[in-house]
């Protein structure tokens, strides 16, 4: 309860979107399409103006709310690209691009990311993780190929409304292979050599990581002390991350 009126107290101190935004957001809202919550909002506002992004990449567009808002915080000669796999939602996206302030910057691109992030090129320096959780752990190889020295990657809804902190066995059936690819992906991030990792309980769950390239966590005392080859790789996850 004290935890849902500091959460309305801090909402109420935020400073309201333009209407276009708001408009898109009620939609949304009302048609059920998960699209990020309040406190992740001004979260990203700051991390953008930190980072002044000249390209994001997001994964997961739905109807286009959280990249018209990352257009709105950025300047005009930011790029923004955005993959997007359902067909009613890209059609819903590209009327929102077309006809919102900051749209012609924004590239949607229509497929299943996993297919899409192999085919590009270039870099992002910053990126925003917004899709089927499950997955996050599968684009990570070809979001770090992506991302510059410095570069920013933000990923939403990693705490999984709680049930990341569960035994497997408290965990539903159904829900149990995305609980356990999400505790696989949260170790990479906070064990990768190349990451630097925070975990936030903001909204539900995000994880900043900037890369670093061999300043991320290593083990101490081993080979890999003295191997930078070997710091490259990820140490196995811990048998508590199996329970
Ligand atoms: C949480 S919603 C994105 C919300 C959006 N970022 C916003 O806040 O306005 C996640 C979206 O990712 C899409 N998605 C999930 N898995 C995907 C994949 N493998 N490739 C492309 N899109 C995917 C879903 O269809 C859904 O529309």
Redesign the pocket.
């Known amino acids: 309860m004290e935890e849902e009126r500091l959460k309305v107290f801090l909402h109420s101190l935020d400073s309201p979107n333009a209407p276009y935004l708001n408009k898109i957001e009620k939609e ?1 809202r009302r048609d059920k ?4 919550r309040q406190d ?1 909002q001004s979260f990203l506002q700051v991390f953008l103006e930190l980072k002044k992004p000249g390209r994001i990449l ?10 018209l ?1 990352m257009a709105s915080y950025t300047p005009a000669q930011c790029r923004i690209t ?5 067909d009613k ?1 890209i059609v819903e996206a590209r009327k929102n691009f077309a006809s919102c302030p900051g749209g012609e910057r924004i590239t949607l691109l229509e ?4 297919e ?1 992030l192999k085919q590009l090129g270039g870099t992002y320096d910053f990126v ?1 993780m ?3 959780k499950g ?1 996050y752990i599968h ?1 990570l190889p070809d979001i770090l190929r992506l991302l510059p020295e410095g570069g920013v990657l933000i990923s ?2 990693v705490l999984q409304e709680g049930d990341i902190l569960e035994s497997h066995y408290a965990v539903e059936r159904r829900n149990r292979t995305i609980y356990k690819r999400m505790r696989d992906y949260l170790y990479t991030l906070k064990h990768h050599p190349d990451l630097i990792t925070s975990v936030l309980p903001v909204g539900d769950g995000a994880a900043v990581s900037v890369k670093a390239a061999g300043r991320g966590i290593r083990t101490a005392g081993t080979e890999e002390d003295t191997n930078p080859e070997q710091g490259r790789q990820v140490p196995a996850s811990p048998e508590y991350m199996d329970r």
Not at 33 to 36: L, Q, S
Not at 58 to 67: L, N, Q
Not at 111 to 114: L, R
């Open positions: 949304a399409v998960p699209i990020i992740m997001e994964v997961g567009t739905a109807t286009g709310f959280s990249a808002l955005t993959i997007e796999k359902y939602r497929g299943d990311a996993e899409i925003f917004d899709a089927a997955q684009f939403d809804n």
